[in-house]
């Protein structure tokens, strides 16, 4: 059996490294890798440089007097400026670049985000306190700290917040629920710190008296670790429980291990001001402050160090661990020196297209049993986690190509979850979502993955959440028992909400099985379909929660398994591939009573005229609306061009499977896709009444290259691409 593993080592692939042009004397930079983007504070330039990770475009966004730090919120997609010159913080969308602005404490230094709670702090050099800003209204207000408080760093887990104060030696340390206080004493001059949310630990930089005082956050009891000269920044891995601190006295790094305090040096040259960690590569990344500007890569493993040239002064750095993109900012030559890997290309699948095999609905693994390679625990966030499916209980051979999966996320209580991405192990993580969970509520999205080294797919979860795997089939060579996909016109099987009858009323009563004979709607499903392609959508009956729908072949078992959940009472749709069952028909089990709707793109079959077989490709965005168009209600123009991206699409794809995201502007009904060239049908993709950004897998036929898109309100729209059938 193979165990599951905590991050993946990336492929071997050629590095690059570009300079771009930003504004004057930039001294900080934070990543937003939900959205790709990267803001850089110029402090002399009383402006943020937001580079778009894509293609390197900037864009200037003004602030206030004298910007020197900044704090993204991933979830919300806002950004935060500290500006020391004028004591206040400018607020960024990151939609629309607008700006709002907030006042503070005197002299502001240093500002964290608490992505779970939706707050924002800010440490007052000059007025010894802290401003917490609510991200939800901007309003704000203070808590007294120590003196000077110059560095502070957020634990969103336990909802603490360490706050050093440079000058009376000391660490406050904020409860967030209550935003009372307790004093910490640690070493001279502490003036950075980070945390390992995953271990409960606070470090903190003492830079007179060369040492890290590392605080237990349950305890609060205080343990000193000798470090090297002049220590100035400090990093921690949580993935690898490995802390760095750059000794800006020595030209080195010191690397910390968490779990029993010992310590590595490690060689770094010139005077390291900076660094940051990447835990999906395992890699630790040095700005080492030389006017002859080096960045440094320190091998976590190994400790080995590969030097890159960047530009004059480099005083920061941040890691898109998604991209696997570090981002060194050059105050000397006002510019950010960009550090990226080409990943080679995936291994081509096996000689023969691909087809599907239905399975029994299984499920593979839920981090919310006990510990095991697909079990326990859960993904912490910004992290990931690998599972080989082959080994696992479902009786998956280990000749799979892809897998047809349902993804569910239960985030813990009161947490949040700004994204999630799954994608086939060994390869670069894609820069694509699977689903999100803002608001913390379990949720679940199909997806077609490809299968990774040894069967296993990765999943990466940007906040700490449990993870549950269904699968209902794998594609795999062509043999006697595989099926190829036959795309149709989408088509409305059953609504509950119509008249009573096989395929309409009355509405599911709950913990009932019903069976619908799907063959006998209007949709021209033939005979010989032995898999279905559908989309389900459950409209809640009298304001009642649903805990989960679960959908599977009509004459087995009720599977362990679920198709949907709907546990804030909104409209929800879920896609799914269901086996047929006896005569065709499906069965649905819904815990409580629900109306559902089942609509369909194409159905699986013996191979034959017009079959298709799927192609898996490396998950590509093909249209983001926040990037180009802006927000649309109606019909989308121009349609979303596939065949026109950069995702190199061919033009003998007949249909598409896309993972569609919507960020309305306020509630949405539904949305639409269908092929360019054929009629609007009465059909629905996804819908997001309660107005909150929602994800659904489609697939979706092709006749031109294009898909067209209806709104019925206004929101943006995010498409991406993992797979395609052709021939």
């Not at 608490?114 to 800003?133: E, F, L, M």
Request: net charge negative; with cysteine.
């Amino acid at each position: 059996m193979v165990a599951a593993i905590v991050a993946a080592t990336l492929p071997v692939a050629a590095q690059t490294v570009s300079t771009i042009p930003v504004g004057a004397d930039p001294i900080a930079v934070a990543v937003n890798s939900a959205t790709d983007n990267i803001y850089v504070v110029n402090e002399l330039g009383n402006s943020v440089s937001v580079l778009a990770g894509a293609t390197n475009g900037v864009t200037t966004v003004p602030t206030g007097a004298g910007p020197d730090a900044v704090a993204v919120n991933a979830a919300s997609n806002m950004i935060y400026i500290a500006n020391g010159d004028d004591n206040t913080v400018t607020v960024i969308d990151g939609v629309s670049n607008s700006t709002s602005t907030v006042n503070v404490g005197r002299y502001p230094v240093a500002i964290a985000v608490n992505a779970v709670t939706n707050k924002i702090y800010v440490a007052n050099y000059a007025s010894g306190t802290v401003t917490v800003i609510d991200g939800a209204t901007n309003n704000s207000s203070n808590i007294t700290a120590g003196y000077y408080p110059c560095a502070l760093a957020v634990n969103s887990t336990a909802n603490t917040v360490y706050v050093a104060n440079c000058g009376n030696d000391t660490v406050t340390i904020i409860d967030g629920t209550t935003n009372t206080t307790t004093t910490a004493g640690v070493g001279h001059d502490p003036h950075a710190v980070a945390v390992n949310a995953a271990t409960n630990k606070a470090y903190v930089v003492d830079s007179i008296s060369n040492d890290v005082a590392v605080i237990d956050g349950a305890t609060q009891s205080v343990t000193i670790v000798a470090v090297g000269a002049a220590p100035d920044a400090v990093a921690a891995d949580a993935v690898h429980n490995q802390i760095y601190v750059t000794d800006a006295g020595q030209g080195a790094t010191t690397v910390i291990d968490g779990a029993t305090l010992t310590t590595s040096t490690v060689i770094v040259g010139g005077s390291p001001a900076a660094v940051d960690v990447n835990p999906t590569t395992n890699q630790a990344y040095v700005a080492n402050g030389a006017y002859e500007g080096a960045a440094i890569i320190i091998d976590g493993a190994t400790h080995a160090t590969t030097p890159l040239t960047v530009g004059h002064f480099p005083m920061a750095v941040a890691v898109n661990s998604v991209t696997n993109t570090i981002y060194v900012v050059n105050s000397g030559s006002n510019s950010v020196s960009v550090i990226s890997w080409t990943a080679p290309p995936p291994p081509p699948p096996p000689a023969g297209t691909p087809q599907f095999v239905p399975a029994t609905p299984c499920r593979v693994v839920d981090t919310r049993l006990a510990k095991g390679p697909f079990g326990g625990p859960a993904i912490a966030g910004g992290a990931s986690r690998s599972f080989a499916i082959p080994a696992g209980a479902c009786n998956i051979p280990g000749t799979v190509i892809a897998y047809s999966l349902n993804v569910t996320v239960v985030p813990p209580s009161g947490g949040t979850l700004g994204y999630l991405t799954i994608w086939p192990t060994d390869q670069q993580q894609p820069v694509v979502s699977t689903l999100n969970s803002l608001d913390g509520r379990v949720k679940a999205n199909a997806a077609l993955i490809p299968a990774g080294t040894n069967g296993a797919v990765s999943v990466f979860a940007s906040n700490t959440t449990d993870v549950v795997l269904d699968i209902d089939g794998y594609f795999q060579t062509p043999s006697s028992q595989t099926l190829q996909f036959y795309p149709l016109s989408p088509c409305r099987v059953l609504d509950t909400r119509n008249a009573s009858g096989d395929l309409g009323g009355p509405a599911l009563v709950g913990q009932q099985e019903r069976d619908f004979p799907v063959l006998s709607s209007a949709c021209q499903i033939p005979s010989n379909a032995q898999a279905y392609s559908m989309n389900f959508t459950v409209v809640p009956v009298g304001g009642t929660p649903l805990g989960y729908l679960t959908v599977w072949p009509v004459g087995q078992s009720q599977p362990l398994v679920s198709t949907l959940n709907n546990p804030t009472a909104t409209i929800v749709a879920n896609a799914a591939i269901v086996p047929a069952g006896a005569g065709g028909a499906i069965a649905v089990y819904a815990d409580q009573n629900t109306q559902l709707i089942a609509d369909i793109s194409g159905y699986f079959a013996a191979p034959g005229s017009g079959g298709l077989g799927l192609y898996p490709v490396t998950p590509c965005r093909v249209l983001d609306t926040r990037q180009a168009s802006g927000g649309f209600s109606g019909e989308l123009e121009p349609p979303v061009d596939v065949s026109g991206s950069s995702c190199a699409i061919p033009s003998s794809v007949q249909a598409y499977v896309f993972n569609v995201t919507v960020v309305p502007a306020g509630a949405l009904g539904y949305l639409t896709l269908w092929p360019d060239g054929d009629d609007q049908p009465l059909a629905s993709t996804l819908n997001a009444v309660d107005g909150a950004v929602t994800s659904n897998m489609a697939i979706v036929g092709n006749q031109n290259g294009k898909t067209n898109a209806y709104a019925s309100g206004t929101t943006q729209l995010v498409v991406d691409i993992s797979s395609y059938f052709a021939p």
